[in-house]
């Protein structure tokens, strides 16, 4: 089963974005964004465990939420405070079991979805 990614778009500093990951089929799974800027290695950037358990990269700490509407299969980034470094291609990934900081260790991954932003 996919993930699809939506919800990207170029914004100005200090804006907002919701991303959105459609997610069917993936109930108890760890669920995950990672993001990747053009020459950088893919980073963790939050996560949601199966007992409800949110982690997220110091970077974004208290600018980004993670959630999840599992009556309706969708995973949410919700990133306010946008900075310029935030400007990557965003992925949705799914892990059996707990999460894992690693990239490696999930299986399911989405397309991706572009955010840019400017200064």
């Known amino acids: 089963v996919q993930l699809a990614e939506s919800g990207g778009g170029s914004v100005q500093a200090g804006g907002s974005l919701r991303l959105s990951c459609a997610a069917s089929g993936y109930n108890d799974y760890c669920m995950a964004w990672f993001r990747q800027a053009p020459g950088q290695e893919r980073e963790g950037v939050a996560s949601?465990?199966?007992?409800?358990?949110?982690t997220y990269t110091d970077s974004v700490q208290g600018r980004f939420t993670i959630s999840k509407d599992n009556a309706k299969s969708i995973l949410y980034l919700q990133m306010n405070s946008l900075k310029p470094e935030d400007t990557a291609m965003y992925y949705c990934?799914?892990?059996?079991?707990?999460?894992?900081?690693?990239?490696?260790?999930?299986?399911?991954w989405g397309q991706g979805t572009q955010v840019t932003v400017s200064s």
């Open positions: 990934a799914a892990r059996g079991g707990y999460c894992h900081a690693d990239s490696s260790q999930y299986l399911n």
């Open positions: 949601l465990d199966t007992d409800g358990t949110t």
